[in-house]
């Protein structure tokens, strides 16, 4: 199926992968700096974002949504691209790192890595995050995006510096919340999803130093099952990309040397 996604650079293939509700503008404040070296593509998962549902009876899961991606960038022509991803989009990168089908990893503050009252507390947030962009599309979403204070309350539980955020971007990621036709089927499908299999490939984990959906102490678990360090981003909270573009593009291209 052909998906949404947005395109920049030359060099090695990058493919970004977005959060669970989220879309691929998020990765928007690191695209320009990773085109320096790469051929980067955000892409939305199908059901989120601009990209159609997946077909009737096929399930959302992570190995779905994978499949999904590495179908489409076949169909790009790409093959065995560097990957990165954020939230659900780290675990399905770490994943493909386990089944081979990619070059190198990076999994900034990937899912998977919970207890289960961690994963409770997570899956109540984002219901909620849910349920409020829902309710407050067109003028009460404009009413908070106006002002750094209503920056704060709609996005304080996903970035650590969230009145920094541009109105239009909000916005845009309040819309795609509220809208993405994949996000209670992939929601009940992590369920009792735990950490994938062991890597064939280099990857890289870095957690947000302020991470307040997925807290950095699941890092200590990451780093266990990687067995290597876990690289921890100072100022930073579950949504990397928007609080410090710099350093979330120094650790992908680091992680991600030919």
């Not at 994938?196 to 699941?218: F, N, S």
Request: aromatic share 6%; charged share 20%; proline share 8%.
């Amino acid at each position: 199926m052909e998906l949404a996604y947005d395109r920049r650079g030359s060099g090695s293939p990058l493919v970004l992968l977005h959060g669970l509700g989220h879309h691929r503008q998020g990765w928007r404040p690191v695209l320009e700096l990773l085109a320096e070296r790469h051929d980067v593509i955000a892409v939305d998962f199908p059901g989120f974002g601009e990209s159609p549902p997946l077909p009737p009876g096929l399930p959302y899961t992570t190995e779905t949504l994978g499949t999904a991606v590495e179908e489409f960038w076949t169909w790009l022509g790409v093959k065995d691209p560097h990957v990165a991803g954020n939230s659900l989009g780290g675990y399905i990168a770490l994943d493909m790192a386990a089944r081979g089908v990619v070059c190198t990893a990076a999994a900034l503050s990937p899912a998977g890595f919970w207890s289960r009252t961690e994963h409770l507390y997570a899956r109540t947030a984002l219901r909620l995050l849910r349920a409020s962009a829902a309710a407050t599309r067109g003028e009460g979403a404009a009413a908070l995006a106006a002002t750094k204070a209503g920056r704060t309350v709609a996005l304080g539980l996903l970035m650590a510096r969230p009145s920094q955020v541009p109105a239009d971007e909000m916005l845009a990621a309040a819309e795609a919340l509220g809208g993405c036709a994949g996000f209670d089927e992939t929601l009940d499908a992590c369920a009792w999803m735990g950490p994938p299999p062991p890597p064939k490939v280099p990857i890289t984990i870095a957690w947000g130093e302020h991470d307040r959906l997925l807290p950095r102490r699941q890092a200590v678990r990451a780093a266990r099952w990687a067995q290597e360090r876990v690289l921890l981003l100072s100022g930073c909270g579950h949504l990397p990309m928007s609080d410090d573009p710099d350093l979330v593009a120094r650790v992908i291209l680091d992680s991600s040397r030919d």
